[in-house]
């Protein structure tokens, strides 16, 4: 079977299902009043072209709208868009060269202005412009141009066959942006934009009313919304901040939110709280990968600022993959599930854990080696020399600064990690970072995970839909965040290699499902197991919770998980 056949048939069938009210909760747009949201890692930006933070992606979510999303079965479905399209309705070209994209009609923006393909070309423009740093420039991979056909029609076209068309404007990574707003935002000037990217004019079921960065946004519902019924709230309050137990009591034991997202809480935590009986925990597993990002390049304070963690200065230390090796072989991932997550969580070697098309049977770093850690340090030239536990080399220290957000999971990882990096005589500074900031994207902060001003981090992220092409382009050479992107690029540990990007490229025009498979599968082991660049921790399950009083929630782990919010509403009401 060649994705070609898949675009025809499986894309075709699923695209059109309807989007409808559940238990059929029809009525007055506004009717059940207030909603409100806690993310424990607050949004800093509404703009998702300008962070890679999921916080701040899932917020503008709220706001901000692609022409098509994925639903909670991983499945295309329109947004925007009339429809999505594929070979067999003649939107995507028969030698899968270009994709035809049809606005529906009577589209508004908030500021009840008539929303037109100039506005999708202009986004195209605003991520893909040389002289700026888009954080989702890989949704662009391989297009060659951008152009509108007529009002409603836009044409993207790609340098060459693109088995996979869905990147740009697809999921909540990618939406449309208003030219009209953004049109002097353009390049180095996008980050200064602050009102646009505070709060930006969209076609989503609400408009910000006020941005606190690092707090809290109020919302209203978006008068000019394409269904008059919906949202069924008339004002949404979308709190940031705290911790995971917070916003997890918030919901299951006082009720004073409404929804909770990502709580990153140990299983007998999670189970305590949803005996308040005020709320459900809900989960699922998707992409979500736990993971430790090597960093390639030297981030020592004593160089240039600029110059710091950039390819002109390789890691002193990391460069080695005999030692980012031995720190993956040190690692208990056994241990880690069941500190952390339980049921919720399963070991991985892949970046890419899932769909099982795309998931390596990589499974050589799930047993911890502490003897082969040590062995695989000795045969790299690092001794205890001087007999104070610690290795060093040619008079340097094995000596790692460790960092992540705050988190308690994530500050048990770090615990037990650096324990086990003791133990094979490593020495490691931890450190955590407030997650508003971490994750947030600001060019002028030192303590982003973009600028990665630390030998190793861990996070975890995810991709949008069930197909990782655009994923894996993320690391790319051209993906290096650096001060010439604005920091901004995928690419956080800066690998770059010439045979990946060439395997990207041969992905990129692959339709065959089973070979596109076999080059994910390649793509994501050249990342972990070839060259630990990346090492993987814990396929994590997505868990959320809401309140026994909201209808309407469907838990989606392959878009934002707001991505149906327009449908949510108060039981009872």
């Known amino acids: 079977m060649i994705l070609k056949t898949f675009l025809t048939g499986a894309l075709a069938t699923t695209a059109l299902v309807p989007m409808a009210i559940a238990d059929g909760h029809v009525g007055e747009r506004g ?33 901000l709208e692609p022409l098509g999303r994925y639903d909670q079965t991983g499945a295309l479905v329109p947004y925007l868009a009339e429809e ?26 908030s500021d009840g202005t008539p929303v037109t393909s100039a ?15 888009c954080a989702q420039g890989s949704k662009y991979d391989g297009v060659a141009s951008v152009e509108a056909i007529d009002d409603l029609t836009v044409k993207v076209t790609f340098g060459a066959p693109q088995p996979n068309p869905y990147g740009p404007f697809m999921g909540g990574q990618s939406p449309i942006l208003q030219a009209a707003q953004f049109a002097d935002c353009l390049g180095a000037k996008a980050p200064e934009c602050t009102e646009a990217n505070f709060s930006p ?7 910000v009313t006020d941005f606190r960065p690092n707090d809290v946004i109020t919302m209203a519902a978006n008068p000019n919304y394409r269904d008059p019924s919906k949202p069924a709230f008339a004002t949404l309050t ?24 990502n709580l990153q809480l140990a299983p007998d935590v999670l189970a305590k709280m949803a005996e308040g009986g005020k709320g459900v925990p809900i989960a699922a597993f998707g992409t979500l990968v736990e993971r430790i990002e090597m960093n390639l390049t030297n981030p020592s304070p004593d160089l240039p600022e600029g110059e710091r963690s950039t390819v002109a200065h390789p890691h002193p230390i990391l460069s080695d993959f005999k030692v980012r090796k031995a720190l993956s072989m040190a690692i208990d991932r056994e241990l880690l599930v069941e500190v952390g997550y339980g049921q919720a969580g399963r070991p991985t070697c892949n970046v890419v854990p899932a769909p099982a098309l795309y998931a390596s049977d990589n499974t050589e ?14 045969e790299a030239g690092w001794t205890d020399s001087d007999g104070d536990g610690v290795r060093d080399k ?19 990882f770090q615990a037990l990690i650096k324990d086990w990096w003791s133990q094979i005589g490593v020495e490691t500074e931890l450190r955590n970072v407030d997650a508003s900031v971490f994750f947030g994207g600001d060019p002028g902060s030192p303590d982003t995970f973009e600028k990665f001003y630390a030998d190793v981090e861990m996070y975890a992220n995810n991709f949008d839909g069930t197909d990782p092409q655009s994923y894996l382009a993320g690391y790319r050479c051209e993906r290096i965040p650096s001060p010439a992107t604005q920091w901004q690029g995928e690419n956080i540990n800066r690998f770059c290699s010439e045979e990946y990007d060439a395997l990207v490229d041969e992905l990129g025009r692959t339709g065959e499902l089973d070979k596109r498979g076999e080059l994910a599968k390649k793509l994501n082991d050249m990342l972990t197991k070839d060259t630990m660049t990346i090492v993987p921790l814990v396929d994590r399950g997505r868990v959320s919770a809401h309140s026994t009083t909201l209808g309407g929630v469907i838990l989606n782990t392959w878009d934002s998980e707001l991505w149906n919010v327009a449908d949510w509403y108060r039981i009872g009401n």
Not at 369 to 376: C, W
């Open 365 to 378: 770093c799930l047993t911890q080696d502490l003897e082969g850690a040590k062995a695989l340090l000795e």
């Open 201 to 207: 004019i969209g076609t989503g079921p609400f408009v």
């Open 238 to 261: 979308f709190k940031g901040g705290g911790d995971a137990a917070g916003a997890g009591r918030a919901v299951m034991e006082t009720g004073e939110f409404d929804y909770a997202w």
């Open 394 to 412: 040619d008079g340097m220290k094995l000596s790692l600064l460790y960092q992540t957000s705050t988190n308690a999971v994530r500050q048990d």
């Open 119 to 133: 506005d999708v070309t202009f986004t195209a423009e605003y991520c893909m412009h040389p002289e700026g740093g």
């Open 84 to 109: 999505i399209p594929t070979v067999e309705n003649g939107g995507v070209s028969a030698d899968l060269t270009s994709i035809t994209w049809k606005l529906k009609e009577g589209l508004l923006w």
């Open 31 to 63: 009717r059940d009043g207030q909603v409100n949201i806690i993310y424990w890692q607050a949004p800093s930006i509404m703009n998702p072209f300008l962070s890679g933070g999921t916080k701040d992606i899932e917020a503008a979510s709220l706001v």
